[in-house]
């Protein structure tokens, strides 16, 4: 069976590296915020091109963090509107129920299963404050347009990342050095602005052994908050200037990505040669395939595609000992924890939902994996 992701052997490499550094964090005796953190937060910054990265416990609290940090400061209040993309994982729209703001949802882009900025403007009132792009599936959403909206209705714009680590604009580019604990590299990654939420899921493309999240952004008055929202509201042990939660990245996770950081590049290369394999050799007319400009803007945390009778595919599939998933089946929409949305019609949306398939891919694919994959589904 080809395993939709083997995690297991994504990180059996780093096995003999990992029970080193647990031994050496439990030798050290900090289990929170301790040097690992500081050492993670300093290289993922770097590697961004921000200017801060604030450690915490999870993807979603980094985005309801974010939000919060905005109301701390002032720059949004509670019942204040968010753009969302109908078509993402439930957290984006959750995170903004739970900072107190309200989400509305605006339609993707079929090709890109992105927000679509130009429906952005149409749904605009007097009480929206922000937008909330999601680089959905590990392809950046269109930064420069969405950027262009915002300054002319003067609102945030904050980024759901947590499926896009690594990935690259094609525009507004800057240079800088990336320390990567061992060595120096140059590379060029997208201008950073307003902030940004990653996940660390295990599943993720920089992915921990457990939950685990983090902010960047360049805001220097914003991270001056969230350093502080997410350790109690505290400064200073005891003292409390927010009403903060507990949310910290955990020591031990942040000893293993620092070990996996390094990486990031080579795997997300890889991902993306196998992508380049799947959309040069699948020739099945039943299955649409994502569209890809070939750039670095996308680092392929999924290869979706869409057919008609996806559970048929599906099926097909795991007789021939392939493994997918299929992201996501219920649009946000159509969830019962929303009742209130239930009647409203998103028809992009839910064409998404309804025939959308992930095949694996990963760093570890082999090209002989590869190889029957394609085969079989250009037999379907």
């Known amino acids: 069976m080809i395993s939709f992701l083997d995690l297991k052997k994504i990180n059996e490499p780093y096995e003999t590296a990992f029970q080193e550094k647990l031994k050496e964090v439990l030798e050290n005796g900090w289990y929170i915020l301790g040097k690992e953190v500081a050492t993670f937060e300093k290289?993922?910054?770097k590697y961004c091109g921000a200017d801060y990265c604030i450690g915490v416990g999870n993807g979603f609290d980094a985005l309801v963090l974010i939000f919060k940090g905005y109301i701390t400061l002032g720059k949004l209040q509670k019942g204040d509107e968010v753009i969302v993309p109908a078509n993402t994982y439930v957290a984006s729209i959750l995170a903004i129920l739970q900072a107190d703001l309200i989400p509305v949802l605006v339609e993707p882009k079929l090709e890109t299963y992105n927000l679509n900025p130009d429906?952005?403007?149409?749904?605009?009132?007097?009480?929206?404050k922000a937008i909330l792009a999601v680089h959905l599936y590990g392809q950046l959403a269109e930064m420069d347009q969405i950027n262009e909206i915002s300054a002319q209705y003067n609102l945030l714009v904050v980024e759901d990342a947590a499926q896009s680590h690594g990935a690259v604009a094609n525009s507004n580019k800057v240079k800088f050095q990336i320390p990567k604990l061992t060595n120096v590299v140059l590379r060029e990654v997208?201008?950073?602005?307003?902030?940004?939420?990653?996940?660390?899921?295990?599943?993720?493309?920089?992915?921990?052994?457990?939950?685990?999240?983090?902010?960047?952004t360049n805001d220097s008055e914003l991270a001056k908050v969230l350093f502080s929202l997410r350790n109690y509201g505290s400064e200073k042990k005891y003292y409390n200037e927010y009403i903060g939660v507990n949310s910290r990245l955990d020591e031990l996770q942040a000893s293993f990505l620092n070990l996996k950081?390094?990486?990031?590049?080579?795997?997300?290369?890889?991902?993306?040669?196998?992508?380049?394999?799947?959309?040069?050799?699948?020739?099945?007319?039943?299955?649409?395939?994502?569209?890809?400009?070939?750039?670095?803007?996308?680092?392929?945390?999924l290869f979706v595609i869409r057919v008609k009778n996806r559970e048929a595919l599906q099926e097909y599939l795991i007789q021939h000992n392939i493994q997918t998933v299929i992201h996501y089946p219920v649009p946000p929409h159509?969830?019962?924890?929303?009742?209130?949305?239930?009647?409203?019609?998103f028809p992009v949306t839910e064409q998404i939902h309804n025939e959308v398939l992930s095949l694996p891919i990963s760093p570890v694919l082999t090209a002989a994996e590869v190889d029957l994959i394609v085969e079989v589904l250009n037999g379907y």
């Open 43 to 45: 290289a993922f910054a």
């Open 334 to 345: 159509k969830q019962k924890a929303f009742p209130d949305w239930n009647h409203l019609s």
């Open 190 to 216: 997208e201008g950073a602005s307003g902030a940004k939420a990653f996940s660390f899921y295990p599943g993720k493309n920089l992915g921990a052994l457990g939950d685990g999240g983090a902010i960047t």
């Open 261 to 301: 950081l390094p990486n990031l590049d080579s795997d997300n290369s890889k991902r993306r040669k196998i992508a380049k394999r799947y959309l040069s050799e699948i020739k099945n007319a039943k299955i649409v395939l994502p569209c890809w400009d070939l750039s670095n803007n996308h680092v392929f945390h």
């Open 119 to 128: 429906l952005i403007e149409e749904k605009i009132t007097p009480k929206t």
